[in-house]
Each structure stands twice: as structure tokens, then as C-alpha cells.
């Protein structure tokens, strides 16, 4: 026996020695002590961190600083530029020593599927649900205070308070649109609304692409209008001929919504003015009218010979649009009204009322009514009835109670004293507010409360439905509004002396560039690597003259495939350009920041406080822009986050503050050459393109974060880390798509469980 | 479309109509009558706050800019040509200097970082009316104070029909981070109903007044007012009694959600009491002496001045005592071309003490005080009992940082203006660090409230009526 015990023994000894696992003492602690200790130890401190530990016991207590450390360590922002590095071998050693450790560290603690707060129903989702659920364009909620945002989105249950003044204002919409819905009032008298085009606008414009002028064709007009109640309403187009000889007779066509509503002529050259008035049956809610002459009629008359440069007068054009109604309104004749008293028991009894609110409430609770509820809403119907109001001013009653119910506002999911799965009706309302920002249909509804919806078939054929639906353009306007910041494009103020050429017309031309390449890659399940590279977008005119694109007419978007290196991807719309700028001038710092932050998921810290933020602003008259923050970046203290920023937004600076290509910033020539504190290094733009297209893994994993954050309703916190980990990891595997995102999302531990509490004492009301 | 520029005195008058009420009054003009002349009528409270600091040399009024440390002293104030400076900030408020007192020393500590790092716009704004250091959050658990708008509110809210006004003229809908972690909230609200309910500004002027005066179609008829009520007081049970259930059944941070709704609910109740008890006293309506507006307008000073209407307004007819308004976000990068700036305004503060930037923000500075004296010239010419509407009214005006460049929170620039019985006309300085909470404190004293404290108050402000 020894001598084999002695065999083996020694057999074994050479591969002990050599694969002798590494320990923090031996792995960790020599790289930290030699190359990091200088600044981060006890008494420095510098960034607020002391490295210095005399065990891994002590350096693991809180292991959050090792993944900041194992990052920066990694991407080589660590240790400064100028001071000595570790050896290859050295870095491999620690690192992945770390990752393991965290990794055993992450996966000993228990799942959390982390708190969400009870989410109140926000701007957005109000008006939505309203929309789906009762058939209403009620628009109530642009009156309410805005919704806060924490996380980067506006729906996260903490954040999302409820003022008095906003309870004041649920309670004045529930009003206004259970009034809307049931009509208890007289019919309405037909009223007579003129819409008045501007004709100064109308007469900038010259040619049908003029880039700068009015954001139609020549003599066109838009306006929207709000019709009160579904009901037929005159629509009345009228146009003027200015023109001395009145030839060529031009058509002008009338559209409502886009729907062509006719085309007639303009021939009545006594008094100038032409008229048309078309009868149509119109939904509540805003529309929209337009108006427009053929894309080859071009007025060529002459400019205004006194005034040099100046526009011609247009000679015809659309003057205004009247509306006429509603005619013969029939308040029983409205959709949503007919949708609501639906019920099969005899109409205007009791049996029916109590019908019409089990299914309402079942629909605007987002799960089935207790039949105690349903006897409570029953009572002010049986009050209404009891003061000698009709039927209909009883369920007027009852839907504006259900509309000002906590079950209404707030998405509310019952506590638990341990972990729980989702029921399958809470699983519905999570995903459809997820993706749809609205309530779940019936479809949806019933697969819940028959439970079929745990079955994963069911699930995914749910999400495929889902985000095939219209609906789920809520995700480009919620979701990526915000993960884009494209909403701050809005307010975006570019300076009209400097970039005269930034108009209303544009900006609508860049949002909707943006909006619709996001719901592309929605509905037809692109990869999520689009937004990094696709050779594709959506241009009209405008936007395409721009872009110094040829071949594109007219003010309709239209998708367009793109053959030049610089314009790949999200990053080289006009709309991100323009809202990572400031108004007078770019930002290379604003623009870097923005791609660490949304694409890559890795936001620097902010500045800290005493140390006043990189000024960038005096900058352009004596020395290029570039010169000047290399100059700041000299201070190792900024360096080590602007080293990582400043490239960045520097490989951007040939696009202008509002996203054209440039190659002179005044008098300088633009070097957008650059190279990552990594080691990789870049020529221009498309150079870098090239970079971040490569580093689609980390894009992938920082917008698995992002979605994951709008999903849940909250920030997201370190025990999150394997789900999103697992979310990326099964989107690259499903050739990127952004479906499988979705999909992997709502099979995630922290969207389908809720984590355990303390239940609170109720409070009996008094 | 390039959007139209909105007549501010425009729209609904021409009707002939007197406006009705807000649905929620239905429900009579409970307390919506103007005050019989020369009757004794309550002190009110409106506070205008101005975003990013302020360029201080050219605020602080007195020949020796910078506080004298260690004890409090005072100068008068003049006109310009007297010998005391006003200074080009301070320069539209001439007309009104002896209806001011100027303060400096004053410091908000809770706004400095505290060892919260960076986010000294969101502090300053959070800390502006509570003497609170927010909590550092970029959303699950925010927590501040309440505000001392709120703490008179709450007191006096009952005599009124709103407790308080919040108004803004700046959309809080920006995305992204707000500022450098902490939750939009602290950045875009100044009042705070308790440690964890901000109050949100209303922007829109248009929706102002008719939560004042009502949109035009409530009933007329007594007694389908009497119905009205009857029916919302059963709809505000119904579902005070599904806010309680449902309570019970949820954890704490929902069930804080759930308080935030019942409170809401209390308010309006109380509301309808009061409506009810003086449903009889057959006041006539208070007929408002400005136009419904038709919305936001595009340019700053006009948008700033309706909303200073809708607070004159709101006062003048006895619809409450408190207002504050945010005449811009805490870190707001507005422009100004109309005034020749289109620069972004947060964007500039950074100045590095480069003389063009500073010019451009003293004007900035001095045309949000334009807007000021607009105010005190509304409040001034309004007639109100015994005396005029600015005698009754404390304005408070400043802004949570002084340096906007260096983010600094002592000294800050702070003004009170109209009533209060103090020594106006002056300058008053204080040793360094004196808490601005002191000075809030003295002004819920004249507003007949009386704390104890307030956030990191020390006591009550000295030397208000004499030096």
C-alpha cells in the first residue's frame, strides 16, 4: 500500500504545484499592493477607495468594489496612463480569479427577484388604457403633472407619487370622460370651427424640397382638430387662386388621417376662392386634416423684384379647413357607448348594470371583479336610480368610480411573506404594460384566468402577438424615447442664428428617422445589433437633403438603404446627434457620455464635486476644441474617465449640433481620429463604428439592462446581474433578435417572481 | 408646424358667461369672494424660485459686496443714483425697494454634498424649502422634508379652497439622468407634502385656472350642484373603502402608495365639507379680472407672468394662501434667444470666470427678476381689504445655489418682498453659516404657524425689525 500511496503521491505532485489555485493572497493582493496601492490605500483614498486588505475575508465584504475593480482593470482605465501597469499573466491572474469569486459569491446568496413598488398607472399608460379599454381618444392625461422619472424611465413604481393635485385631477378626468363615454347631456348643436393656415409660412416655401422653408409642399396645410363626439361633421376645404391668368386648373386633394378624402378643382375664377365641403361619419378624439396641391404643380413665378432674395408669393393655396357639427348627433349612436351597454339581459335593468360593470371592471382592473366589488359599484347605480337620473346616468356613475379606484390607477400585486411566482392575471398585466403600455385585451386576459398562459407555448405565441400588434409602438415611444433620450428632442433648441436650417420640419423628419427605425427592428424581429450598424433608415425630403442623400422626394418617410460609412446605425441619426449637443455648438463629452451610457452600459462617474465639471464651452476661437480638452485631460484626475469619453465623442465631431456631416469645425479641420484607453484605435467615424459593432456583446448586455429596467418598474440592483446576464447571453444565441430579448425578459426570474415582505397593518378607514 | 405664438390675454371672455366653477366645488364658490374693502385680510406666502444660482456681485445690493463674519449688520437700499448700489440684477426691483429686504449669509448646509458626491443641482432644489439633505436615490425610496410652504399649508390649508399652488415654467419631461443620481424628482419639485410626496408643478396656465375657475361647463342649477356633490361623496367612499381593503393586503413601500392615495382622497373630501356648510351663504361668484389662456406660451416672460397672474389671481380670490412657483427645473438648460441668449443656461453657470458667459448669464438673471417685479406691480396694484394684495403677501425669491459655476451653497441669494411687518428697505447681512431655514421659520411665525424647527433651523432669524 505505501508504495502506491508514495506513487501516486508523487505522480500527482508536479500538477498540484503547477495548477496551484490561485488565492486573493497570491493572485489579488500583489497586483493591488504594487500597481494600485499608490493612490488607493488607507490614507489616500483616492475615489473614495483603500485597497489595502490584509485577507480576502476583509476584501470581500463588499464585493461590489471588485466588479468596478475587475472592470476598470479590464478595459484599461486602470491604473492611470503614465504609471506602471501589470503584466498580462498578472491582470489574467487577478481577473479571473475575481470573476470566479464573484461568481461563487453571486450564485451562494439566495434569488432575489428584488421589490416592485406598486406602479400608478403613468401619463402614457393612463391615456392607453383609456384608449383600449373603452374605446376613447380621451387625451385626459396631457393634464396631469408630469410623471417623474428615476432610472432613466418614467414608469418606476418608487418614483411615480401621487400629489393631491394630481388625485383632484383623476377624479376631474373620470368625470370628464364617464361623460364622454355616456352621453347624459342634450345632443350637441352643430358648431362651426375655422382652421386659418398661415399664409407668411405658406409663402416661405419655394420649391416642393426647399430645406428650409415651410415644412409642406407648396400651399399645402395641415392642422388637427378635435371632434367631440363620434358623429358625421362637414369638412370644408377652401382654397384661394391668386394667379392672374387662373391657368392651369390644379387639383388639390382632402385628406382626413391620411385617407384620401377627395380631389376637386379649383376653377371658380371670378372670387378667387374655390370650396368643398365633403360629409363624413368622424370618432371622437383629434384628427387630422390635410390639404395639398400635386408634387409636380411648382410655382414659377417670378421673386418679388424690389425685394432681392426674397421668397415668391405663393399665388394658391389652401386658405382654410372648416368644421361643421356634429350633425344630428346621436349620443347612442357612438361606438364606445354601444361597446360599453353591450349585455345580454334585458337592456336598462338592473341585472344588466351589474353585467356591465363585472365586465368593465373586470377589463379596467385587469382581472375579474369579486362579486363584492361588483355589489358595490352596483350600489351607486341603485343611488342614481334612487335620485330619479335614467340608467344611463347610473353606469355614467359606476365607470367614473371604477376610474378614480386605486384598482384602476395603480398596478398592484398583493404582498406575500416569501418569494412568490406571479399568478398568471398579474402576468398579464406586466406583460402588456410592458409591451404595450396599455391593459391586456381579452385575448391576453382569458389565457390568464384560465391559467394556460404558464404554459410557455402559450407565453411566447402571447409576446409574438404582442409585439406584432400596433400597440407595441408604445416601445418606441416609451422605451426608446427614453433609452434614446429622443424625447428631449422636443424641447431641443438648436441656436436659429447659427443653424437656421433647424426647423419644426426637421425636427419631426428626425424624430420620426429614429422612431420608426426602433419599431422596425420591433416588428420585424430585427437583430438588436441594427442600431449599431444597419445600413438601412427612414428619410423623407428634408431629412435626406440633410443627410446630403439624393433621391429622396416628398414629406412621407420612407425606408431607405444607406451605402455610405457614415451614416450606419442609431448613432449617426440626426436625432441623436442634435440632443448630444448643445445649442450653439457639439460635445464631444456629451456625446461620449451618451455612448457609454446607452450603448455601452457603462457610465463614468459623475465629476466628483470638487472638481467643476470639464469646461468645453470656450472653445473654437483660438485653438480647436480638440486641443483644448487634451489639454485638461493632462490632469490625471480627469483623465482617468475622460480617456474613456472624450474619443469617443471626438470619432463624432465630423457630425454638426444638429447631425450633419462636416469636415471644418470654423476654421479648424476635424480630426475624428482616436484612440480607447484598451488599445484599440480608430481613423474616423466609421472607424469607430467598426469598434462598437464589434463590441455588440457589451451593446447588447447594457440594453438587456435598459429593457429590463422599463420592464420591472424599478432600477436595477446586484442581484439582478445573472438575469441580465442570461438575457444578453440568450439573445446573442438567438442571432441577436430583439423578440428573443423580449422573450428572454419575461421568462427572467425578477419579472416573473415577486420578492417576499412584511405585509403591513391595514388601516381601517374611519 | 412652427408653433403660433399664444395670445396671452386671449380667448373665453367675449362669451358673455360667467365662468362657473370647477367641478370639484361644484360645489359654490365656497371661499371664492373677493375680500370686502377694508376688511382685515390673512398674510399669504409665494415663493419664486430660479434655477443654477445667481451671479452674485451683481445681485447683492450695498457698496461692500461679501458678508462681514461673525455678526449680523444692515444698510438701507435705494434707487439707483442714491448712494446705495442697486445692482444690475437687483435693478428692476427699484421701484419696489422699500417694500424689500435683500439677505446674504444665509446658507442651505443639507445642500452641500455631505459625502454624497456629486448632484448639487438636485440638492439644492430639494433642500431650497425643506433645510433637508435628500436622500441620494435615482428612484426607489426618495426621501426629503416637507417643505415650510407645506407646513403652512397643511396648517392653513382648510381655510381655503387649495392648501397651496405649485406651478412651473419648465416641462419636466427631459429624459435621462437628471442630475448625477439622484431621481428627476428632486430636481423638478420645490414643495414637498411629506418626506416622500413631492408636488409636482403645474406648467400650464391654461390648466391653472381652471382648476381655479372651472372649465365652463359645470352645472349651474343649485340643485344639480346638491346631486353632484351627493354623487361624488359616494364615489370619493367607494373607493376610500377599496384604497383601505387593499391596504391590507399589501407591504410597506405599496402601502405607502396607498397613503398617498388616501390622502389625496381626505383633501378633496374636506374640501366638499366646506363646500357643503357654505353652500347657503349665496356669495356672488368672483369674476377673475385676467382671461382663460389658451395654453403654454413659447416665450419665457410670458409664459413667467401668467403663471405670477394665476398666483394674484388665486390670492385675490381668497383660493388659497401658499404658492410657489419654479420659474425654471434646478439645472435647467433653457434658452433665451429673445433676450440674446441661446446659449443653454445650466451649460454656461460653468463659466470659469469667462466675462462673456458671465455677461450672458446676468441676463438671464436679471430678466427672471423682470418678471419679479412684474409680480410685485400685479400684487401692489391689486386692491385687497384694508390694503393692498402685496401688503399681505411675503414674496420669497432666490434660488438654491449662489455660484452656479462652483456650485456653492452658502450665501445664497435670497430676497422677501410685500408683507410681514419687517424693516424693509435694506440689506441685511448674516454671519456666515446662518441657516436659511432660521429666516423660514420667522416667516410661518407671520403666517401665524409656529414649528418648533425646521429641517437644520437653529432658531428664529434675528434683526428683522430692528439694525
Known amino acids: 500500500m505505501i508504495p502506491w500511496l508514495g506513487v501516486k503521491w508523487i505522480a500527482l505532485l508536479p500538477a498540484v504545484l503547477l495548477a496551484a489555485p490561485d488565492t486573493f493572497e497570491t493572485a489579488v493582493a500583489p497586483v493591488t499592493t504594487r500597481y494600485c496601492g499608490a493612490c488607493h490605500n488607507a490614507k489616500a483614498r483616492a475615489g473614495n477607495l483603500n485597497l489595502a486588505f490584509s485577507s480576502a475575508r476583509e476584501a470581500f465584504v463588499d464585493p461590489e468594489i471588485w466588479e468596478e475593480v475587475v472592470a476598470k482593470l479590464a478595459n484599461g482605465q486602470m491604473p492611470p496612463k503614465g504609471l506602471p501597469r501589470p503584466t498580462g499573466a498578472e491582470l489574467r491572474a487577478a481577473t479571473s480569479y475575481l470573476t470566479a469569486e464573484l461568481t461563487r459569491l453571486a450564485r451562494s446568496r439566495k434569488p432575489d427577484p428584488g421589490r416592485v413598488t406598486a406602479r400608478r398607472l403613468n401619463r402614457a399608460e393612463y391615456d392607453a388604457t383609456i384608449r383600449d379599454v373603452l374605446g376613447l381618444e380621451a387625451d385626459a392625461a396631457s393634464g396631469f403633472p408630469a410623471d417623474d422619472a428615476g432610472y432613466g424611465f418614467d414608469n418606476i413604481g418608487d418614483v411615480l407619487s401621487l400629489s393631491p393635485l394630481l388625485m383632484e385631477k383623476y377624479l376631474a378626468a373620470a368625470d370628464r370622460i364617464s361623460r364622454q363615454l355616456i352621453w347624459t347631456g342634450p345632443a350637441l348643436r352643430p358648431t362651426l370651427h375655422r382652421i386659418l393656415s398661415n399664409r407668411e409660412e405658406q409663402a416661405r416655401r419655394v420649391q416642393p424640397d426647399d430645406p428650409d422653408g415651410y415644412p409642406y409642399p407648396p400651399g399645402a396645410f395641415e392642422a388637427r382638430h378635435r371632434f367631440p363626439v363620434d358623429a358625421e361633421y362637414s369638412l370644408i376645404i377652401k382654397v384661394t387662386d391668386r394667379r392672374a391668368d387662373k391657368t392651369p386648373i390644379v387639383p388639390v386633394s382632402f385628406f382626413l388621417d391620411g385617407e384620401k378624402l377627395g380631389t376637386f378643382n379649383v376653377q371658380d375664377g371670378e372670387y378667387q376662392q374655390g370650396e368643398w365641403e365633403v360629409r363624413r361619419f368622424v370618432a371622437a378624439g383629434e384628427h387630422t386634416l390635410y390639404g395639398a396641391f400635386p408634387d409636380d404643380y411648382i410655382q414659377s413665378g417670378p421673386r418679388d423684384p424690389q425685394i432681392p432674395g426674397s421668397p415668391i408669393e405663393r399665388r394658391i393655396f389652401v386658405d382654410l379647413f372648416e368644421v361643421r357639427g356634429p350633425n344630428n348627433h346621436d349620443p347612442s349612436r357612438s361606438s364606445a357607448y354601444q361597446r360599453l351597454m353591450r349585455c345580454d339581459s334585458d337592456p336598462a335593468t338592473e341585472d344588466c348594470a351589474r353585467k356591465i360593470a363585472a365586465r368593465t371592471g373586470r377589463a379596467l382592473y385587469r382581472r375579474p371583479l369579486e362579486a363584492a366589488e361588483t355589489d358595490r359599484l352596483l350600489n351607486l347605480y341603485r343611488l342614481a336610480r334612487t335620485q330619479g337620473d335614467s340608467f344611463d346616468h347610473g353606469v355614467q356613475l359606476m365607470v367614473k368610480a371604477m376610474l378614480v379606484s386605486p384598482q384602476f390607477l395603480f398596478r398592484v400585486e398583493p404582498a406575500s411573506r416569501d418569494n412568490r411566482s406571479l399568478t398568471p392575471v398579474e402576468l398579464a398585466s ?324 415577486r420578492r417576499g415582505e412584511i405585509i403591513a397593518k391595514g388601516q381601517e378607514r374611519q | 408646424m412652427t408653433p403660433r405664438k399664444l395670445n396671452r390675454r386671449a380667448v373665453l371672455r367675449g362669451v358673455g358667461t360667467i365662468i362657473g366653477l370647477p367641478f370639484l366645488d361644484a360645489m359654490v364658490p365656497a371661499f371664492g369672494s373677493p375680500a370686502r ?154 414643495a414637498w407634502r411629506s418626506e416622500t410626496t413631492p408636488l409636482p408643478p403645474e406648467v400650464n396656465p391654461r390648466l391653472v385656472f381652471e382648476r381655479l375657475f372651472g372649465t365652463g361647463d359645470e352645472p349651474r342649477d343649485p340643485a344639480q350642484r346638491e346631486k353632484q356633490r351627493l354623487y361624488n361623496r359616494s364615489v370619493l367612499d367607494l373607493v376610500g373603502q377599496d384604497a383601505a381593503r387593499l391596504a391590507s393586503r399589501l407591504g410597506t413601500s405599496d402601502k405607502r402608495k396607498l397613503d398617498e392615495y388616501l390622502t389625496g382622497i381626505r383633501e378633496i373630501e374636506t374640501r366638499l365639507d366646506a363646500a357643503e356648510k357654505r353652500a347657503r351663504d349665496d356669495k356672488p361668484d368672483f369674476v377673475p379680472s385676467v ?62 470666470g469667462e466675462p462673456e458667459k458671465i455677461e450672458k448669464i446676468t441676463k438671464i438673471n436679471r430678466y427672471h427678476v423682470e418678471q419679479l417685479a412684474y409680480f410685485l406691480d400685479r400684487l401692489k396694484s391689486t386692491r385687497d381689504g384694508d390694503g393692498t394684495l402685496l401688503e399681505h403677501t411675503m414674496v420669497l425669491y432666490g434660488s438654491g445655489l449662489a455660484d452656479g459655476n462652483r456650485h456653492t451653497h452658502h450665501d445664497l441669494p435670497v430676497a422677501v418682498a410685500g408683507g410681514g411687518a419687517w424693516k424693509k428697505g435694506r440689506h441685511l447681512r448674516y454671519p456666515v453659516e446662518t441657516p436659511l431655514t432660521n429666516l423660514f421659520l420667522v416667516m410661518l411665525d407671520r403666517m401665524g404657524v409656529r414649528p418648533e424647527t425646521l429641517g437644520d433651523s437653529t432658531g428664529r432669524l434675528e434683526h428683522l425689525t430692528d439694525l
Open chain 1, 430 to 753: 406586466r406583460l402588456a404594460y410592458f409591451l404595450w403600455g396599455s391593459a391586456p385585451d381579452e385575448p391576453l386576459l382569458s389565457a390568464a384566468e384560465t391559467g394556460r398562459l404558464a404554459e410557455t407555448a402559450v407565453l411566447d405565441a402571447e409576446i409574438k402577438r404582442l409585439l406584432a400588434d400596433p400597440r407595441s409602438g408604445s416601445l418606441a415611444g416609451n422605451f426608446a424615447g427614453q433609452w434614446l433620450q429622443l424625447r428631449n428632442l422636443k424641447t431641443a433648441q438648436p441656436d436659429p442664428a447659427r443653424f437656421p436650417a433647424f426647423n419644426e420640419g426637421l425636427r419631426e423628419a428626425m424624430m420620426a428617422e429614429t422612431r420608426l427605425f426602433f419599431e422596425n427592428v420591433v416588428r420585424e424581429d430585427r437583430p438588436v445589433t441594427d442600431f449599431l450598424d444597419a445600413n438601412y433608415t427612414y428619410l423623407n425630403a428634408r431629412l435626406a437633403r440633410h443627410y446630403g442623400v439624393e433621391g429622396v422626394s416628398g414629406r412621407q418617410m420612407r425606408r431607405v438603404e444607406l451605402n455610405r460609412p457614415e451614416r450606419r446605425g442609431v448613432l449617426t441619426h440626426a436625432s441623436i446627434l442634435t440632443i448630444s449637443s448643445y445649442p450653439t455648438r457639439t460635445s464631444p463629452v456629451l456625446r461620449g457620455l451618451w455612448v457609454l451610457d446607452n450603448f455601452l452600459g457603462a457610465p463614468p462617474p459623475p465629476p466628483p464635486g470638487d472638481v467643476p465639471p470639464l469646461d468645453e464651452q470656450k472653445i473654437g476661437l483660438d485653438a480647436p476644441l480638440r486641443k483644448q480638452l487634451e489639454q485638461h485631460r493632462a490632469n490625471a484626475a480627469c483623465a482617468v474617465c475622460h480617456d474613456r469619453i472624450d474619443p469617443i465623442g471626438f470619432a463624432l465631431e465630423n457630425y454638426d449640433p444638429i447631425g450633419r456631416w462636416r469636415s471644418q469645425d470654423g476654421k479648424f479641420p476635424i480630426d475624428a481620429a482616436g484612440n480607447l484607453p484598451d488599445g484599440r484605435s480608430f481613423q474616423d467615424a466609421a472607424g469607430f463604428m467598426k469598434i462598437l459593432a464589434a463590441d455588440r456583446d457589451a451593446f447588447t448586455r447594457a440594453l438587456a439592462g435598459k429593457l429590463l429596467t422599463y420592464a420591472l418598474g424599478r432600477g436595477l440592483e446586484r442581484y439582478d446581474r445573472e438575469a441580465v446576464d442570461s438575457i444578453a447571453e440568450a439573445t446573442r444565441r438567438d442571432g441577436y433578435r430583439f423578440g428573443a430579448m423580449v422573450r428572454a425578459i419575461v421568462q427572467s426570474m425578477p419579472f416573473r417572481m
Open chain 2, 291 to 352: 382671461d382663460k389662456p389658451s395654453g403654454i406660451p413659447v416665450e419665457f416672460q410670458e409664459h413667467a407672468r401668467l403663471m405670477f397672474d394665476m398666483q394674484v389671481l388665486a390670492f385675490q380670490a381668497g383660493l388659497t394662501r401658499v404658492a410657489t412657483l419654479m420659474l425654471g427645473r434646478e439645472g435647467s438648460n433653457r434658452t433665451y434667444p429673445e433676450i440674446g441668449v441661446p446659449d443653454a443656461h445650466h451649460g454656461m453657470t460653468h463659466h470659469k
Open chain 2, 37 to 190: 374693502e377694508g376688511s382685515k385680510q390673512p398674510l399669504r406666502l409665494a415663493v419664486a424660485y430660479v434655477p443654477n444660482g445667481i451671479i452674485m456681485d451683481q445681485w447683492t445690493p450695498g457698496e461692500a459686496p461679501g458678508a462681514t463674519p461673525g455678526e449680523a449688520n444692515a444698510e438701507a437700499i435705494g434707487e439707483r443714483g442714491s448712494a446705495f448700489r442697486m445692482p444690475r440684477i437687483m435693478e428692476p426691483l427699484a421701484p419696489f425697494h422699500n417694500d424689500l429686504v435683500v439677505f446674504s449669509g444665509l446658507t442651505h448646509n443639507n445642500g452641500r454634498a455631505l459625502k454624497d458626491g456629486p448632484g448639487d443641482h438636485a440638492r439644492a432644489a430639494a433642500s431650497f424649502l425643506t433645510g433637508v439633505h435628500p436622500r441620494k436615490t435615482a428612484g426607489a425610496d426618495i426621501q426629503n422634508g416637507v417643505s415650510f410652504d407645506q407646513v403652512a399649508a397643511q396648517a392653513l390649508g382648510k381655510q381655503t379652497r387649495f392648501a397651496s399652488l405649485e406651478l412651473g415654467c419648465e416641462q419636466a419631461g427631459i429624459v435621462g439622468n437628471c442630475d448625477s443620481g439622484y431621481s428627476c424628482a428632486y430636481s423638478n419639485s420645490l
